[in-house]
């Protein structure tokens, strides 16, 4: 009997600061957001399935606005979810989500989506409907107990695959990307922008810019080259490098080389992983220290 493959979902975990109770030590709290469907009437957390293609990141993000309204960026990963449904086990990856604005259409109740609710964890625990979406709670209140919900988030690329340096002539700073490459950093697009990505840093070489270039195109931000992330570099300008980055407090990619990344993660506390071309490692940072890390790319099972 052939093993039967998951479906796959994605959603988020949306939080918000909000004011102290009355009477309690002034300290403010957070509010999640719950949704409630019509159709199977319960409340729970924002989530769908893929779009053809689309990587689960994107799915969460794009889940959240059509669902809520909320434009979201994604923080610390959180427990997936399992359960079966009427067409078998489901898989659903969750991520904490803070709100970055909202969408240009305003929410209006509809058949998928009657009615959404901010509501304290306590009030949470008691609307949810299903045990699954109350260990999902739990997971976000204890990184909440931590203060780990509120991560910092610094993602780190190796360039796309490159024309090979004894078919190129020319100064390899110059080097460009194949069309595999190219292809790979348009679609690195939607997975920098589920993070919120604010600031695009990249060596100089033509074959990392162009990695990160159309992320920075597509949200009109600066990119900036530093030559302190080139081939030519050392560990001690590479930990200069990051130490800069770090010391800004906006979600931010950095586009290296296979040969010097093995820094770019010491310098973060890290053992070096093998990254191929054009792959990504997102890190969840608390107070300069990485308290989770994932791949830049969480792909649906194919069905």
Request: with cysteine; glycine share 8%.
């Amino acid at each position: 009997m052939a093993r039967e493959r998951p479906l796959t979902a994605a959603g988020a975990v949306t939080w918000r600061r909000c004011a102290p109770r009355p009477g309690s030590s002034g300290k403010r709290g957070v509010e999640v957001l719950l949704v409630h469907r019509p159709r199977y009437d319960d409340w729970t957390f924002p989530k769908g399935k893929p779009d053809p293609g689309e990587d689960l990141v994107a799915t969460a993000v794009r889940e959240v606005a059509e669902e809520t309204a909320q434009l979201v960026r994604l923080g610390h990963p959180l427990p997936d979810t399992r359960y079966r449904v009427a067409g078998g086990p489901k898989r659903v990856s969750y991520w904490t989500a803070r709100v970055v604005g909202e969408t240009a259409t305003p929410f209006t109740p509809n058949r998928e989506i009657d009615d959404l609710r901010w509501v304290r964890p306590g009030d949470a625990r008691r609307l949810l409907s299903y045990e699954h979406d109350l260990d999902l709670l739990d997971a976000f209140l204890a990184l909440r107990d931590v203060k780990a919900h509120r991560t910092r988030t610094l993602v780190v690329v190796r360039h796309g695959k490159a024309k090979a340096r004894e078919h190129w002539r020319r100064d390899d700073l110059l080097r460009p990307l194949t069309p595999s490459g190219r292809g790979r950093a348009e679609a690195l697009v939607p997975l920098l922008e589920a993070y919120g990505v604010r600031r695009v840093v990249s060596s100089p070489a033509r074959r990392c810019v162009d990695t990160v270039a159309p992320y920075a195109e597509h949200r009109g931000l600066d990119l900036r080259h530093d030559p302190r992330l080139s081939e030519e570099t050392t560990e001690d300008d590479v930990r200069r490098a990051v130490a800069d980055v770090l010391a800004e407090k906006s979600p931010a990619v950095v586009c290296g080389h296979r040969p010097t990344l093995p820094w770019v993660f010491e310098a973060l506390g890290l053992d070096a992983p093998e990254l191929a071309p054009g792959e990504g490692v997102v890190l969840h940072l608390r107070r300069g220290v990485v308290v989770a890390d994932e791949p830049l790319g969480r792909p649906a099972s194919p069905r």
